[in-house]
């Protein structure tokens, strides 16, 4: 069982930056791998970033990479998502999510959720 809850979301100017992070509770956090993903209103929920159990293998969107920088602290709980450069369209609720097993971009790869945290940014 993990329980993963998200903080750090809020209004920023466009070209400004964020950083999520989400702290997760069980004792087997370290063999999770865990990602981000975000929904805008009326789209789809869409993949943003990844990273393997250990942190050696990283894993970002297209729409993100070079802006956004996913990492984790397993003797924390926690994982991270460093948002820079942001854009009107990176508007959306952020949600992390942790699965067992090989990567995936898919959400419905993913066992857990976080309750999702609101990043607004304006032009």
């Known amino acids: 069982q993990v329980q993963l809850v998200e903080s750090g979301g809020g209004l920023v100017q466009a070209g400004g930056s964020l950083r999520l992070s989400c702290a997760a509770s069980?004792?087997?956090?370290?063999?999770?791998?865990m990602g981000w993903f975000r929904q805008a209103p009326g789209k789809e929920r869409e993949f943003v970033a990844a990273?393997?159990?250990?942190?050696?293998?990283?894993y970002s969107a297209d729409s993100v990479k070079g802006r956004f920088t996913i990492s984790r602290d397993n003797a924390k709980n926690t994982v991270s998502l460093q948002m820079n450069s942001l854009k009107p369209e990176d508007t959306a609720v952020y949600y992390c999510?942790?699965?067992?097993?090989?990567?995936?971009?898919?959400?419905?790869?993913?066992?857990?959720w976080g309750q999702g945290t609101q990043v607004t940014v304006s032009s």
């Open positions: 999510a942790a699965k067992r097993g090989v990567y995936s971009d898919y959400g419905g790869a993913y066992e857990y």
């Open positions: 069980g004792r087997t956090f370290s063999s999770y791998i």
């Open positions: 990273i393997s159990w250990s942190g050696g293998s990283r």
